[in-house]
């Protein structure tokens, strides 16, 4: 039997996220069809019921819609592959979209595989979000994961998991939940994250639209771009003075969020008071 790891080389994507029941159920659908003189990998599409060509990214998508139905329970009904989104005379394609359970018609999740770096990843996502109004986002690229929940269309808030089928987003963002039960959900280990980039996700999130602090922030422009010592050729990061094994992460987190609100300046522009 063909095995899943063998269409990751040389790519960035991967299938660690998935565990050996999820891989195992994706590589006995494929088959080897002869095209050209050479053997090219199939499978059927879980949603789309059709014969399509394996890729990386593609095998990405049908684990992830294999864990969407068999561990989230969503129904192949709510499904689409490709949705068609619309920009003007511009149409793009998302990869991954679950439909609303009481609106069939209007998207409430959507999924991006093809763009296997965060950063681009989420951009598109933002992008789906807000042309179609769709409140929760997901990206993978089969190694790392990240869930966003659309609170406007310039603030992407991360949050712990995605709604099962029997769920509301309200019962993830209004969840109670332990010490031991955050220690579980630690982003670094469950979504293969590493603290710089989660850290660096949320400068980027939270400064998106305020340039000026982002100029004013002597601490963002230390952490983002080093600083040079006479001693150290090539500089360091504050990123750099990380610990490897992440177990203080909370600790860590404040400490750089105190940080930074010391260091940071007053913007030139004065904040738009909350309502």
């Known amino acids: ?3 899943l790891k063998e269409f990751f080389k040389n790519s960035n994507y991967s299938d660690s996220l998935f565990n050996e029941a999820e891989i195992s159920a994706i590589e006995s659908r494929i088959n080897m069809r002869e095209a050209k003189g050479k053997e090219v990998p199939y499978t059927t599409c879980l949603i789309r019921n059709k014969e399509i060509k394996l890729t990386p990214e593609e095998i990405v998508r049908q684990l992830y819609v294999y864990r969407l139905i068999n561990t989230y ?6 499904l689409q592959a490709e949705y068609a989104v619309n920009f ?3 149409v793009k394609r998302a990869d991954i979209v679950i439909m609303d359970k009481d609106k069939p018609t209007v998207p409430y999740i959507i999924i991006e595989v093809k763009k296997p770096k965060l950063s681009d990843g989420k951009e598109q ?5 807000n042309a179609t109004g769709a409140p929760i986002a997901v990206w993978t690229n089969g190694e790392q994961i990240s869930h966003y929940h659309r609170k406007d269309p310039n603030y992407f808030e991360n949050i712990t998991a995605l709604p099962r089928a029997n769920e509301k987003l309200s019962d993830i963002l209004g969840e109670q939940i332990t010490y031991d039960e955050l220690k579980n959900r630690d982003k670094i280990a469950n979504e293969r994250r590493s603290l710089c980039s989660i850290i660096k996700e949320a400068e980027d999130e939270v400064l998106a639209n305020a340039p000026q602090v982002r100029a004013a922030s002597p601490f963002m422009q230390f952490f983002t771009f080093g600083i040079k010592l006479p001693k150290m050729k090539g500089g360091f990061k504050v990123r750099d003075l990380l610990p490897s094994n992440e177990t203080n992460v909370s600790l860590i987190l404040f400490a750089i969020i105190f940080l930074q609100l010391t260091l940071m300046k007053k913007p030139s522009v004065s904040p738009v008071p909350l309502t």
Do not use: A
């Open 73 to 78: 329970g969503y129904p192949m009904s709510r």
């Open 1 to 3: 039997m063909v095995q």
């Open 88 to 90: 003007g005379r511009e």
């Open 125 to 129: 996502l933002r992008s789906y979000c």
